[in-house]
């Protein structure tokens, strides 16, 4: 893995103060969780393809999933059970399990019964995961092979070989841990994620997994995550495409010191940031992206009217190749909103773009464009809503990536 | 112009029995028509840049436009004239006259203004185009010494001219005209169109006026053109991207043969499919296109679920890289399908994929991609609507076409 530059601009994350990155962290960090990640046959190349997370003590979790009106076999699975009560995740990457029909969703089914009969759960404890091309069946003689092989491999080090595993075509592994002081001891969290580097087409999928030894409830988790999706991998778009795969899965230990006072607030805000800490990079890593960009509409008459105007933004192909050729294009920031506003009450003026603060129109605006990581801010002068998104650019290597490597 | 191929799918314009192509036709084969195309200096490289078509008789018009939620200054001034009136049109090519506010109100007025005084017609009478560059004032100088220099140049021979007059960066003109032989003579349709070929950023612009000699009343030529319209142009996709300025306008001088029984729907069908046959090759002379693809969806639950399913495959990035590189990738249909119907109920099946009537998977349907138009039939086994859309792929030479060359 070639690797790709880290999230520059901090202030994207939203971090409570004294969140800390922790030098070589990963999902094993935080107390309670083992992992483990094999090479079971699935990549060509021979990398690790199948990994597991286990909670060595009894986890709260939650879990959320694409809206994909096609569903993997994997997410329909997961979402026949209790999400609140996953102990473990097992994750292949190289087929994705989805469009397989009714023999996807049992081959599914075993890989969650396969993993629970090793590490002495219920089948209903175990989140199913699988990534890569869509359409195809999974080699389950390689899989049952492998889930002995890395069940007995899970250990307090091996969350970086995990995140190694759920890759598929990505240039790094996006995951890490961090810790967050509260008044009475040390909370941390730990993530792996993967993006959508693609080599073979169709490998499209968003996976993540955060852990964290943090003393929260069942119902608060489910906030906690659902508001950290919310505002990280929701707010990404590489392309504009819906996976059917896509998951989070969240699961806390409650090793960590009691929280009281604000400290819940800020456990959220901590989750929140490390989730959107491993999106950006998703950005970052995208399909021959060469820059990623906030997409900040400001003054939209409400909340849907912001993330339409943002989402019609950032995945126009006009936008998106102008970002790549640093073209201050103003014309084309106005044209999308005027296509997102199409049918809407009448629009009274043109919007006004700033990039990084500095009027669209400006001397220093292609300078701007030459940065990795900047902010398009569009006002439209309408309300007071707002919206943030996080975006790549549309490049060659987009092309090359998409339509040169035939599956 | 260097050309592209012609349509070579005669099914797809659903044309009636019997219309025929007119050698060297234009705007203005049907009687009843003049025009013209000059260079008055907008064009960088020296090319016709200023065009007008006059009815020399009294004709009857339709006019529509885009639904843009920021038109530019000429769909604005258009929309406060009546739309059945018009007896001329001004184009100008170089700049879009959009994102101009007030200043741009008033140029697009004056346009008319100095057209209406050479033609002795009202500005009310003249409708104003302008496509290019967006965001840019015109040089209302240039436009002001060319008007009278194309007024003076109006004739029967011009309607190539004005045809060239109003390409940007097209590869070849899309214009023509046809012949329908009815009982009781023969009705002539012209049509002059442009599209998006792209050199310089910004310009995405399509434009077409079709002249008829058919005597029809202005409230059938409304519905006529309506469904011309819905049937051709808003069946396009190049890159999902909405101009402020596309505008399609129809003129109809009635000096053609008396129409009885069911030549009035005949002449319908006529217009609809030389709207269709331009509109096809804005398609093939799309940005860098090398495929044009009919989407056709079927067995959708209602006629918005089938147009909705069939733009998230024409648009998809991922659809269109994998026609560029002919790949049968049948996973990211069903991924674009799953993603369009997002929240609609459960979706019980995966949907059935023909390329040209072949099953997607079959040994033969790499040489179907291969063909520069082909059908991709998806059915969707949840009701009985259906849409067909025609789209372009996503090359390379999209990418360098607006991102290399800065504005």
Redesign the interface.
């Known amino acids: 893995m070639s690797g790709f530059p880290p999230v520059v601009r901090q202030d994207w994350l939203g971090a409570p103060d004294g969140l800390a990155l922790i030098p070589d962290g990963s999902v094993t960090t935080p107390g309670g969780f083992v992992a483990g990640g094999v090479a079971c046959g699935l990549k060509a190349s021979g990398a690790r393809d199948l990994g597991v997370v286990r909670a060595t003590r009894p986890a709260v979790s939650w879990l959320l999933d694409t809206?994909?009106?096609?569903?993997s076999a994997p997410v329909r699975l997961n979402r026949t059970r209790d999400r609140s009560g996953f102990q473990a995740v097992v994750v292949n990457a190289g087929i994705?399990n989805?469009?397989t029909?009714s023999a996807g969703d049992r081959d599914a089914r075993r890989m969650s019964e396969l993993v629970a009969a090793e590490l002495d759960l219920t089948p209903e404890q175990v989140v199913v995961s699988s990534t890569g091309?869509?359409?195809e069946r999974l080699h389950m003689d390689r899989i049952a092979a492998g889930i002995p092989a890395v069940c007995a491999a899970l250990s307090g080090d091996g969350g970086r070989a995990f995140n190694e595993a759920i890759c598929t075509t990505d240039r790094a592994v996006k995951g890490g841990a961090f810790r967050l002081p509260l008044d009475r001891g040390v909370v941390q969290i730990g993530i792996a994620a993967k993006g959508a580097g693609m080599i073979r087409?169709?490998m499209?999928t968003m996976l993540a997994y955060v852990t964290t030894d943090a003393a929260v409830a069942a119902a608060d988790l489910e906030a906690i995550t659902r508001r950290a999706g919310a505002g990280s991998f929701n707010r990404i778009s590489v392309?504009?495409?819906?996976?059917?795969s896509d998951t989070l899965l969240v699961m806390a230990s409650g090793g960590g010191p009691p929280l009281s006072g604000d400290d819940l607030g800020r456990v959220a805000d901590a989750i929140l940031a490390v989730c959107r800490w491993a999106a950006i990079q998703i950005v970052k890593d995208g399909e021959g992206a060469e820059h990623a960009v906030r997409v900040m509409v400001r003054d939209a008459r409400d909340a849907d009217e912001a993330e339409r105007v943002a989402r019609a933004i950032g995945d126009?192909?006009?936008v998106k190749?102008?970002i790549?050729?640093?073209?201050p294009?103003?014309?084309?920031i106005?044209?999308?909103?005027?296509?997102?506003?199409?049918?809407?009450p009448?629009?009274a003026c043109?919007p006004a773009v700033l990039l990084d603060g500095m009027q669209i129109g400006a001397a220093g605006a292609r300078a701007v464009m030459a940065l990795a990581e900047y902010d398009i801010e569009v006002a439209l002068g309408r309300g007071g809503a707002q919206y943030d998104l996080w975006v790549s650019d549309?490049?060659?290597a987009?092309?090359?990536l998409?339509?040169?490597?035939?599956?």
Do not use: C, K
């Open positions: 809206t994909n009106a096609l569903p994705a989805a469009a029909g091309v869509i359409g087409p169709t499209a392309d504009g495409q819906m996976s059917p126009s192909p006009l190749t102008a790549f050729g640093r073209d294009n103003w014309g084309r106005s044209q999308a909103v005027g296509h997102a506003l199409a049918g809407a009448e629009v043109e549309l490049t060659h987009y092309v090359t998409n339509a040169e490597y035939h599956t």
